[in-house]
């Protein structure tokens, strides 16, 4: 796993389906994620035009969402690019 800045996952994210591990808000539990910003992976229905910052599509729930902007992440691997 490779610790990654909120811009490095993010960059990531709008490339390809990403699975990650970040640290939930009481920061004590970790949340394992599939997740793109990256609109060829995401069903028509689902695609946003004004998201938030630290938003993501879940690839697993097919549904939005966010995490703390100063949360720790950890990219696993690259799922589909």
Partial sequence: MKLATPQELHEELKK???NFVFLKKDRKEER???GTLNMDFI??????????E???FDIQ?????????NA?????K????
């Avoid at 229905?45 to 998201?51: D, E, I, P, S």
């Avoid at 729930?61 to 902007?69: A, D, L, P, T």
């Avoid at 720790?72 to 696993?76: C, G, L, S, V």
């Fill in 32 to 34: 394992e994620a599939f």
């Fill in 16 to 18: 390809s389906v990403i």
């Fill in 78 to 81: 690259t799922i589909l690019s």
């Fill in 54 to 56: 630290n938003s993501f």
């Fill in 43 to 52: 069903p028509e229905k689902n695609r946003a035009t004004n998201l938030k």
């Fill in 61 to 69: 729930k097919q549904q939005w969402r966010s995490m703390k902007k």
């Fill in 72 to 76: 720790q992440f950890y990219i696993k």
